[in-house]
């Protein structure tokens, strides 16, 4: 899978970003999209090659392997990765909107086509909320999914085809639990920025917001 169209989305939106969003960029960027990329997607690979249950009986070890396995971890973390960056679209075509009317109409109509104010600011504060909202989802989805945030070393199943109870084993269940919590650690993280950023955009325009008010009280 290329990744590059998502590496120059997060790169064009950052231009338009807060300094919590600059460091929101770059936690999706290093911390997910490159961990992703260049480790987590290896090392789930061949996860359904190498589940292995003591029983040859046919069928039994894919029926388990899909009961454990409902969706893929490395699937579901790339649809992950794109519904949360996907949002920042709205900001990128919002100032895109802007700067094709002052193209049509020949004129200056912003200080800044860039600048978070006005609509601009509401299309952002919904980016922000999306983004959140997406975190949230997908780790109540894993959580779900998956029965918790672990990987078993050992899984026992009774589903038919198979005879009786075996005992399937998953292939390096330490090594993917210790990316499974870095990532679900960093999604967190990203919770946590996103909530910032909400905040302090939020608490500067309404300050910004009052103050303007109260001095034409005052004139």
């Not at 075509?93 to 094709?100: G, S, T």
Request: net charge positive; aromatic share 14%; hydrophobic share 45%.
């Amino acid at each position: 899978m290329s990744w590059a169209f998502l590496r120059d989305l997060l790169s064009g939106v950052n231009k338009y970003s807060t300094g919590i969003g600059r460091i929101w960029v770059a936690v999706v960027f290093i911390f997910r999209l490159l961990v992703y990329v260049a480790a987590a997607e290896n090392i789930w690979k061949h996860e359904h090659d190498e589940f292995e249950c003591n029983i040859e009986q046919p069928g039994c070890e894919n029926v388990c392997f899909d009961h454990f396995f409902p969706v893929s971890h490395i699937r579901l973390w790339a649809l992950q990765l794109i519904m949360v960056s996907t949002p920042s679209l709205l900001v990128v075509f919002h100032v895109a909107y802007r700067e094709n009317r002052e193209k049509h109409q020949n004129q200056k109509l912003y200080k800044n086509p860039g600048k978070i104010d006005g609509g601009l600011l509401c299309t952002y504060l919904i980016s922000l909320i999306l983004k959140t909202g997406f975190e949230i989802v997908f780790l109540v989805l894993f959580y779900k999914l998956y029965n918790g945030f672990k990987i078993p070393h050992l899984v026992k199943c009774d589903i038919k085809p198979c005879p009786n109870t075996v005992d399937c084993y998953i292939s390096k269940p330490t090594e993917k639990m210790i990316f499974l919590y870095f990532l679900v650690a960093t999604s967190c993280l990203c919770i946590i920025l996103n909530l910032s950023e909400l905040s302090y955009l939020v608490f500067k325009y309404s300050t910004k917001y009052y103050l303007k008010r109260h001095v034409k009280k005052q004139q």
